[in-house]
Structure formats: C-alpha cells, structure tokens
C-alpha cells in the first residue's frame, strides 16, 4: 500500500540548533514529495517539494529537505531554528495515477523550539 | 489575495441536523479538495474534483456529499451529522492534480 509515516509525534530542539524532521514513504514509481506547515488555528502553507532532479531541495522560511531514494525518505531540515519555527509539520505524497493522482498526508509532527 | 476562503470557521451541530460547508478558491485551480483533520491521524481525504465537472471519493467518503458548482466553488454537505465527524474540516485547492496544495483555514465542527 502506498503511505507516508513520520515516526516522530514531536521534536524539541533548541534555538540555533540544527532540526530535523522524518519522514518515509512508500509508493510506486517515481514519487512526488511534499512538506507542508501548519500554525495554530490555520490552514496548511506549502512549504516545499521534490519532484525530480537535486536531491537537495530548498524551500520557504530556510527549510530545506533531502530526498534519499534508497532510504525512501524525505526528512526536513534547517540549520539553525527559530522559536517561530514551532508549528506542525507534515510530509505528503502524491500517489496515482491509477484512479487519479492523490495527495496523502502522515500524520504530522509537532516541532518545539525552546528559546 | 483571498486564495481560498471557506465558510464557516466555527459550527456546532446536534445529532441528525444538516449543514453545508462553502469553499471558494480565486487562483483559478482545476483541482479542489476537501480534507479531514483528526487528532494523530493527519488529514484524510474525503473527497475531491479533478476539475470543473467532476468529483471522486477520497478516504473517508462516507456520511458526506460534494458539489462542484463551478471552477471557484466546492461545497461539503453533512446530510445527517453524528458526533464521529466531530473534526476540522479544510478546503484546498490545487493548480492540477496532485500539485502543491493551497488551504483555507478551517471549519471546526462539533457535532453534539
């Protein structure tokens, strides 16, 4: 079955500290990877995707991700956090196109940073 | 930019009355989606439109209907509403299939 996990319900790091965030998937074919952010009392923000290409990919607010195929991970990172990088986090995968392409979504992991 | 605005952001129903959420997107989308957000469990798909005409069921389809008005709306209605869709509720809306996803912010619906 096609799915995506993020083993971790919480990380606490502290402010300045490097972060990183899990997540593994698993899909056929050639994924499409997704991290998403979520502030209390709001929706969703896009926060970056790997399609093809550098395994490396930069995105909004100094987050980046690094795709590993043979690991089937996506894990986001930042080198230094910032007590309003709190929030919660999701990975997403498209899968498809066998009934159409779909986003699925794990189950999210919830970031404090302490000052 | 409203992007995609949803309505209402607070509802609290009784057992068995009806309700529709409304989803509005002004970034000219063909993708439109309607998600479930749940405590540990992420968000779950419950149903979507690929484009303007069309609408398939997601995860959780059960107990929901959709409407695809036109390409700027997707409604969400709970023709009989039981405490288990107690959730917030989030709208999306997408450039094509699949593609990075834009939210609104929320419906959080209690059902009593």
């Known amino acids: 079955a096609q799915s995506v996990a993020q083993p971790e319900d919480q990380v606490n790091v502290a402010e300045g500290n490097p972060l990183t965030v899990k997540c593994t998937y698993s899909?056929?074919?050639?994924?499409?990877l997704f991290w998403y952010v979520q502030y209390p009392n709001r929706g969703l923000q896009f926060l970056l995707k790997?399609?093809?290409?550098?395994?490396l990919v930069k995105g909004s607010y100094g987050f980046e991700a690094e795709f590993n195929k043979s690991q089937t991970s996506f894990h986001l990172k930042k080198p230094s956090a910032l007590v309003s990088d709190s929030a919660l986090y999701f990975c997403?995968?498209?899968?498809?196109?066998?009934?159409?392409?779909?986003?699925?979504f794990g189950a999210g992991t919830r970031l404090f940073v302490k000052a | 930019n409203a992007g995609v605005t949803q309505t209402p952001k607070f509802q609290v129903l009784k057992t068995g009355q009806s309700m529709t959420l409304q989803c509005a997107q002004d970034?000219?989308?063909?993708?439109m989606y309607w998600y479930r957000q749940d405590p540990g469990m992420g968000l779950r798909l419950i149903y979507y439109s690929a484009s303007e005409g069309t609408t398939d069921k997601g995860e959780v389809p059960n107990g929901y209907n959709v409407s695809r008005l036109n390409k700027r709306e997707f409604s969400l209605r709970l023709e009989s509403a039981a405490p288990s869709q107690t959730s917030v509720y989030f709208c999306a809306s997408s450039e094509r299939q699949g593609a990075e996803a834009f939210f609104g912010q929320g419906t959080r619906l209690t059902v009593v």
């Open positions: 970034m000219n989308h063909n993708s």
């Open positions: 790997y399609i093809t290409g550098d395994n």
């Open positions: 899909v056929s074919g050639n994924p499409y």
């Open positions: 997403a995968v498209r899968v498809g196109p066998t009934g159409g392409f779909k986003t699925i």
